[in-house]
């Protein structure tokens, strides 16, 4: 389902977002001192190296990356992942879908679906599904997540009007993520998606059942602290 963006709700506003139903769904800046030697008569510019600049070498960005990077892994099953725990009280059933492996088309990107249903399969079906993605960002392409047992005729892309909010919480700021919400105008289909460090995500997603926002955070912010090594 390709999504459109509706009329801005707050100054954050909206934007455009691509979301295939029931598919895939869905510096601060530091002050230095610096002693300068304006006399125009010399022509003396010299001034010492080590004052010229404080930004961090290339050898200790990349360190950085690194260890951001580490900080999360991807969890083994959604048993492993605590999912069934993490979910209570917002999945629609107990019914456990699970999906996993490399995503198609995304060199070295992976990620583990899971699913929690009734059991239905036939379209409008109430789910939730929680979803651990590394090396691919979900919220930028709509074909990596993907709601497993969906009925072919749910993969038409179709236009649909959403809101789109791109935020943070201080619970977020302290997992190093920033979460983006995007949900549908008719209310179908709910996504929050938690960007790490690492190039990691976490992603919620509700379809056709009412879920709000600040569960949606719960699920992502506590799966994130689950699998955070």
């Known amino acids: 389902m390709r999504l459109i963006p509706s009329t801005p709700l707050s100054c954050l506003g909206t934007a455009v977002a691509a979301v ?11 002050v230095v001192d610096l002693d300068l030697d304006l006399n125009l008569s010399s022509g003396d510019s010299d001034a010492p190296a080590e004052e010229a600049s404080a930004s961090p070498s290339p050898e200790d960005a990349e360190e950085g990356q690194e260890e951001a990077a580490s900080s999360y892994g991807l969890p083994e099953s959604c048993e492993a992942a605590g999912a069934a725990q993490i979910v209570e009280g917002v999945a629609p059933g107990t019914v456990l879908t699970e999906e996993s492996g490399p995503v198609e088309g995304i060199e070295d990107a992976e990620q583990l679906s899971c699913t929690f249903s009734e059991g239905g399969t036939e379209p409008g079906t109430p789910s939730f599904t929680l979803v651990f993605t590394s090396g691919a960002d979900p919220s930028a392409n709509p074909d990596v997540v993907r709601v497993p047992g969906s009925e072919a005729e749910m993969n038409w892309e179709v236009d649909v ?12 700021d302290d997992l190093g993520g920033d979460l983006e919400y995007v949900g549908t105008v008719d209310g179908s289909s709910r996504h929050l998606y938690l960007q790490l460090p690492g190039d990691f995500h976490v992603t919620a997603i509700a379809y056709f059942d009412e879920v709000e926002r600040g569960d949606l955070e719960r699920v992502v912010l506590q799966a994130a602290g689950q699998i955070r090594n």
């Open 161 to 172: 009007d959403v809101d789109v909010d791109t935020y943070h919480t201080e619970d977020s």
């Open 20 to 30: 295939v139903i029931g598919g895939v769904v869905l510096v601060g800046c530091d």
